[in-house]
């Protein structure tokens, strides 16, 4: 099983709909959660991270955390042509220095 | 401010040549660096971490070597480089020193062996 499970294919949404990405992990004792965004030839750049069950909202976008199903999610409302790229999940264990991310899900704004 | 810098931006190397790519920090309090490659259809695979100078842990085998000769200085190396070398080479550092767990990552490397 692989750490960190991105498994759908590209999303296509229109301008102005809600884009929803999910993302599980392996690791139960998980603590952190980070989502980041990175446009085409470009690096990642953090948008999202939490730690705690629920919800955390940052302007459109909002993330979702279940440690008991050991999923989380990021949602992008009001989604707009600059939200067009591929989103990676990543997460990090305790007492591990490093980041374990997904594949990632390509995310296309339809105008 | 905290800023990381990566060289070269992008470079075309044929099979068997040398490779050196060279990341830069300045600023950050937090003295671990890593080395993160994205190969096509790949998520970002840890490659190299390191705590302080001379401290180079390998996450996975490969004919790929890291140096910290600086505490501001990561070095990706090879002696041979192979076609499944290829890929976007990222450095990356926790610009928040406390533990918070998020990296922030320089502009990258993109790599094509040919």
């Known amino acids: 099983q692989k750490e960190v499970e991105q498994n759908s294919g590209p999303l296509s949404v229109p301008e102005g709909a809600i884009a929803s990405l999910n993302c599980t992990y392996s690791d139960r004792g998980s603590q952190s959660f980070f989502w980041y965004r990175q446009y085409s030839g470009k690096s990642p750049e953090l948008i999202m991270f939490?730690?705690?069950?629920g919800d955390k909202e940052d302007g459109r976008f909002t993330a979702q955390l279940n440690k008991a199903s050991q999923y989380v999610s990021l949602l992008i409302r009001d989604s707009q042509p600059s939200d067009s790229a591929t989103y990676l999940c990543?997460?990090?264990?305790?007492?591990?220095?490093?980041?374990?991310f997904g594949k990632g899900n390509q995310v296309v704004v339809i105008p | 401010s905290q800023t990381i810098h990566q060289w070269p931006a992008t470079l075309v190397q044929p099979v068997g040549s040398p490779l050196s790519l060279e990341c830069t920090v300045e600023?950050?309090?937090?003295?671990?660096l890593y080395w993160y490659r994205q190969a096509a259809g790949r998520g970002l695979q840890l490659l190299f971490y390191s705590v302080g100078i001379g401290q180079i842990s390998s996450e996975v085998p490969q004919n790929l070597s890291a140096s910290r000769p600086q505490d501001r200085q990561f070095i990706l190396s090879s002696k041979k480089l192979l076609l499944s070398d290829s890929g976007f080479y990222l450095c990356?550092?926790?610009?928040?020193?406390?533990?918070?767990?998020?990296?922030?990552f320089g502009e990258g490397s993109r790599l094509t062996v040919l």
């Open positions: 990356a550092w926790p610009r928040a020193s406390g533990g918070t767990g998020e990296l922030f």
């Open positions: 939490i730690y705690s069950n």
């Open positions: 990543a997460v990090k264990s305790p007492g591990n220095n490093r980041l374990a």
């Open positions: 600023g950050t309090s937090n003295p671990n």
